[in-house]
């Protein structure tokens, strides 16, 4: 297996996609978060003393994708075209499914982007529930779709 983030000595590097032609990129990745259900109908009603749960972990997904090369070594910096970061609540079973899409017209792709935005909101909802309940988890960070560059297309196909 070729490891293109080191270079022939073994030390890591910034890969060199100066030479690649820029395309529009796109990604989405998903995070999962798991609650007791009284947790969720909480921040449903508006019922979480730390205010819009859902709201701020939009922002902070959203702020997280911008800061991705901040966070994750040898990342690019990118200029970020487009960020959305949405939530699909199933209330029965507690959970909240936090979705980040990515685009920009780019060099190399916005996986990492769309993963970091993701993992930061479900995160928020976590800071901003532990009060309620400490037992709140986080699960399945995953890239579900990703288009752009010579790879072309992937899209998650769920086994089971």
Known sequence: MNFNHFDERGNAVMVDVSAKNKTLRTATAEAVVVMPPAVLEAIQDGGIAKGDVLGTARLAGIMAAKKTPDLIPLSHPL??????????????????????????????????????????????????????????????????????????????????
């Open 79 to 160: 200029a970020l075209h487009s960020v959305s970061v949405d939530f699909a609540q199933e209330l029965a079973d507690g959970v909240v499914r936090v979705s980040c899409t990515v685009r920009a017209f780019e060099r190399t792709g916005v996986e990492m982007e769309a993963m970091t935005g993701a993992a930061l909101a479900a995160l928020t909802i976590y800071d901003m529930c532990k009060g309620s309940d400490k037992s709140i988890s986080l699960k399945e960070v995953k890239l579900i779709y990703k288009e752009g560059g010579k790879s072309g297309v992937y899209r998650r196909e769920e086994r089971g």
